[in-house]
Nanobody, 123 residues
Framework: VQLQASGGGLVQAGDSLRLSCVASRRTFRNNAMGWFRQVAGKEREFAAAINWNGGDTVYADSVKGRFTISRNNARDAVYLQMNSLKPEDTAVYFC?????????????????WGQGTLVTVSS
């Protein structure tokens, strides 16, 4: 396993969660990183991304203003702070490392994927 995501769980609408993704066996300090999410039976969708040094971020419209992506390259980790959670945020969340340092919302430009962590938001 090269990317290990954690922090998912069952919360109520309006609550917060912080997802973490830690790299092992190799470093992704020079790669852009992203978070995607997937609901069973639907395609994986982009949530947030951050460039290699944390200086640039991009968000899906559905999470903008509620989610914050950050990274700590000294720890080879990326985080997703999720506030004001809604039932429609329920999904399996995946972290991923892009093929290079440039920020992107395209899943095709992500090469390494974590195993996913389940977030369930009850109404």
């Amino acid at each position: 396993v090269q990317l290990q995501a954690s922090g998912g769980g069952l919360v109520q609408a309006g609550d917060s969660l912080r997802l973490s993704c830690v790299a092992s066996r190799r470093t992704f300090r020079n790669n852009a990183m992203g978070w995607f999410r997937q609901v069973a039976g639907k395609e994986r969708e982009f949530a947030a991304a951050i460039n290699w040094n944390g200086g640039d971020t991009v968000y899906a419209d559905s999470v903008k203003g509620r989610f914050t992506i950050s990274r700590n390259n000294a720890r080879d980790a990326v985080y997703l702070q999720m506030n004001s959670l809604k039932p429609e945020d329920t999904a399996v969340y995946f972290c991923a490392a892009a093929i290079d340092s440039y920020i992107t919302d395209s899943a095709r430009r992500y090469k390494y994927w974590g195993q996913g962590t389940l977030v369930t938001v009850s109404s």
